[in-house]
Each structure stands twice: as C-alpha cells, then as structure tokens.
C-alpha cells in the first residue's frame, strides 16, 4: 500500500542543488499551492497550467462513476463479450494497456487489446483475430479528433455494418466524437473531465472504464490511489511523491537528464506509461528529462554519467539486479493494486520536476508541428523528405548507421523510431541493436513505435535536451487497407506521418537518418545489426 512505500534508497538527496529546492518548497509553500491548484508553482512558465491540474482530485472523485463502470462490464461478461479492443493513442492507451498487462482478465472477462499502429498490417493482423459478434470496440480521444483513433473507428464501423452497440466512446463532453457516438447510437458514452490532460487520465475514464471491464475491481485500486495523494500532501521529508520529483529535477539540472526505468517482470508495461508522462511533460524549451524503458541490464561500467534509475520491485520477488554504485531511486510495490498509488506518485513527481526545470508541466507545444507537417504530406501524392532514405542493406545505409553510432557523443542518446508492424521478433532485434549502440557509445538509446511514439515521446525528441539522435525505419507495406468515410488509406497515412516527424525533427536541429526495411523486415534489421559488429 501507499502508506508503506519508502521514498528513496538510495542517494538521490545527496545531490547538488538537492538543499535548494527543498528550502524553496518549504519557504514558498509550494505543496500547499499545488494542492490548491495554484499555476504560480511553476511561475511564468506556466500561466494556465491551473486548467490543467483536474488529475489531482480524481483519487476522491472518480468513485462516484464506478457504479456505472461497474454495470456495463457486468452487462459485457453476461453477453460472453470475447474481446474489448481499444482503438486510441498516447494519454488515451498507455494506462489502459498497462491495466491489461499488470492485471489480465478477470474469470468470466474479456480480454482488453490496444491498437495504436496505424501500419496496414497491424490493423488486418487485429481483424483477423477477433469475432467481430463478441467484440466491443471503446473509441477513445480527449479531442475527439485525434486522426489515428478515427481512423481505426472508421475501419471497424464498416466492419461492424454499422453496428452501434458494438462501439463505446470515451472523450471530453461535446467533441466531435462526443456527437459522432450519440448520433450513431454507440452503446455508450464515458465523457471525461475537461481539466485533465491527457497523459494525466490514468484514474479517469480514459483508464477506468477499459480497466473495469476486464474485472480490474476499482474501488481498491482508487483507494490505495487516494492513500498516495494524502502523503504526496505531506512536508518534503515524508512526502514520496514531491520529494521524487524534485531528485529527478535537480538531477536532471546537473547533467543527469536520462531516467532509466527499471521494474520486475510483472509491472514490465508500466514504463510505457511512463515515458509519456515523463517526455510529454518534461521535454522542452530545450531542457528536460528523457525517459529511457526496455533498455537491458547491462555491465555498470557501460553506462554514462547522464543517468539516474528508477526502479520498481515487487515486495517479496527477486530484485532488479543494477551493477555497481548508480545512482537512482528503489520503490517497492505490494500487491497490483499498488499500481493506483504508483500514479499518482509519478504524477506528482512530474509536476514538482517540471518546477525544478522552469516548465510548464501541462503542455506539450512541440507535438502539434510534426501533425501539421504530417498533414501536407497527405496532400502530397508521395514523400519527398527522405533524401537521405536508403535500403537498410545497401553499404550506404549500414555506413551511414555506423558513423552515427560512432559520433555520439557525451549527453547524447539515439531513439529508434519504427514506423513498422508492432511485433515480437521486431521488438527482439531492435532490443539486440539498442545494446550494441549503448556497448559501442556509451549512450542511452529508447525506441517506439510510430506513430505511437508521436503520442508519447515526440515532445522530448523535439523540444527536450538537444543531444537527441534519431534513426527512422520504415517498410513497404504488403497491401493498402482503405480507411472508409476518406480518401486514404492506412499505408499512405503512416508513411506520411514518418514523413512529417522526420522533417520535423530537421526542423528542429536533430540529426536524424532514414532507412528503408522494404518488404524484408527481419532482413533489415539483421543488417542494421550487422552493421555495429
């Protein structure tokens, strides 16, 4: 439980600039003015990060709407619902996907899958698996206009006949699919609060309602939630969340800007969740923390000096095994449940981060730029930025990969950014390059999956630290799925969106490389590999 929950153990306080923020938090009372919801926290960084901070009463209000939550998943199981798939992005499927995996399915329940690829192949791969008669598709987006949502939407509607019990829609009131969902008569609508940002929706409907219906039981989870939120109320002394923070802050201001995020094997899926609120938050103006998961474990002496860890371990189970002295932070977490206590924890410690750093914590100003360039591309008839695209086979493209590896230098990190299938095999060889770049630099590297990542880490790609490096894969997709209701279809919008991130990168001074897969992706990516050896 929360209550339990130590704050650190090992020696993030001892850090420079540690004494400083602790006295200005005490003197300037800047839990309390949190608490209050009070923008002056983050000072002219944040003028109206006071609309943002709905997420902090959630843990005491959302038990209000379990009820309902409640009686739709019973209604789900008594129809012998097989699957729930949620079709959304970013602060819309992280948390939900993480319930999924921490939690599995409850006896009697379905199973709860997320689709965020925008690949053609992803999303006939999902078709293909699932009886649409026992499916209920949840259609979830804050705008109610996020592209890739309603494109998945649109997919599956035709599939569905037009079927509008077979669809529930999870956004804010009165959105375009606020409107869409009542006027098509979708089996229900969850609307969310307005005040709450995305990447901040865990305990709202965002999270809860796909959590409910795989037999997640809430109140608990809501309650060990709550127990979290009084502590993170608390003075800086015993207080896990805000304290938290403002390690990662002062950490991140001496140079420690790459948080590593290590958990046991049974919360694997929550740095996903994670990186989103760490990168989206805390990336910009040109400074911030980049969040580094599904790095492994490798020898302590590989590592650079602009790392701290943050680890998660389950009480009782074995212990993530770190090498040598490193610094960072060790959290011990009881039972799943914990995981209620764990997001507001990381919430909090965000937002007191964000003060340390001088950002506002609830915007996100340089994702709207790759969308806008990503949207001329579709009204282009190919790509043309990839000036620099070449088969990943070709000696070009493999001495092109190695150059950018051996040039890393101090601070900098390398993320892999696939704009491919989300698939196990491609996962283990990315995972294979990933360790190799760290053996050969030194450097932290992360990956994701696009335009996945587009919704989670592109704000601190672009608007972060400066030492970004970037290496774009891409495929051709077998066949083009049409997107009804449109004019395009799936493999022309992903490759658009690759298109519009990698200009918006050069936009903003990142060295970034492109390289084709083409139709042999496994190939592709063995002589990427090939090329480190």
Request: charged fraction near 20%; charge should be negative; hydrophobic fraction near 40%.
């Amino acid at each position: 439980m929360a209550a339990r929950l130590p704050l650190y153990t090992d020696d993030l306080s001892g850090l420079d600039g540690w004494d400083r923020a602790v006295r200005r938090w005490e003197e300037e009372s800047l839990v309390e003015k949190l608490w209050a919801s009070d923008p002056s926290v983050w000072g002219t960084a944040a003028p109206a990060a006071g609309d943002w901070l709905g997420w902090l009463d959630l843990p005491y209000t959302m038990g209000e709407q379990l009820g309902d939550m409640v009686c739709l998943a019973d209604q789900a199981a008594s129809e012998g619902l097989a699957d729930v798939v949620l079709l959304g992005m970013g602060g819309s499927s992280l948390a939900p996907e993480v319930f999924g995996a921490v939690f599995g399915s409850g006896p009697g329940r379905p199973r709860l899958t997320v689709l965020d690829s925008t690949h053609p192949e992803a999303v006939t791969s999902l078709r293909s698996r699932i009886d649409l008669s026992r499916t209920l598709f949840l259609v979830s987006s804050k705008s109610g206009t996020t592209v890739e949502t309603l494109s998945f939407y649109r997919f599956f509607w035709e599939q569905c006949s037009g079927e509008g019990a077979r669809f529930l829609a999870i956004t804010d009131q009165g959105t375009p699919l606020d409107r869409l969902a009542r006027e098509r008569g979708f089996r229900a609508v969850f609307n969310a609060p307005a005040f709450v940002g995305g990447r901040f929706s865990a305990l709202s409907a965002f999270g809860l309602v796909p959590a409910a219906l795989i037999g997640v039981d809430l109140e608990p989870l809501l309650e060990r939630a709550q127990e979290s939120a009084d502590r993170g109320r608390l003075g800086i002394a015993e207080n896990p969340a805000v304290g938290l923070g403002l390690a990662m802050g002062v950490a991140a201001v001496a140079g420690m800007d790459k948080l590593t995020l290590l958990t046991t094997e049974s919360l694997a899926a929550f740095p996903a969740w994670m990186e989103q609120l760490v990168a989206e938050s805390l990336g910009k103006n040109g400074v911030g923390i980049v969040p580094v998961a599904g790095e492994s474990i490798l020898p302590g002496g590989l590592y650079g000096s602009d790392r701290i860890f943050l680890v998660w371990e389950s009480e009782g189970g074995p212990p993530v095994g770190l090498p040598g002295d490193l610094s960072g932070a060790r959290i011990e977490v009881g039972d799943r449940l914990d995981l209620g206590a764990e997001i507001i924890r990381a919430e909090l410690a965000v937002a007191a981060a964000g003060e340390v750093l001088g950002v506002n914590p609830f915007d996100q100003p340089d994702v709207e730029e790759a969308k806008r360039l990503a949207s001329e591309a579709m009204g282009r008839d190919a790509a043309t930025a990839g000036t620099d695209l070449a088969p990943a086979q070709s000696t070009g493209a493999r001495a092109s990969i190695r150059k950018m590896v051996e040039n890393l230098g101090p601070g900098d990190y390398l993320g892999i950014q696939a704009y491919l299938p989300p698939g196990a095999e491609i996962e283990e060889k990315i995972s294979g390059v990933r360790r190799r770049i760290t053996e050969i630099s030194g450097a932290a590297t992360t990956f994701g999956y696009g335009p996945r990542y587009l919704h989670s880490t592109g704000q601190v790609h672009k608007g972060g630290p400066p030492g970004g490096v970037f290496l774009q894969l891409v495929d051709d997709p077998r066949s083009e799925v049409q997107v009804p209701e449109t004019g395009f279809g799936f493999s022309r919008l992903i490759a658009a969106q690759a298109e519009g991130d990698y200009l918006a990168l050069r936009g903003a001074g990142r060295r970034v490389l492109r390289v084709n897969l083409g139709s042999d992706r496994s190939g592709g990516l063995d002589a990427i590999a090939e090329s480190l050896i």
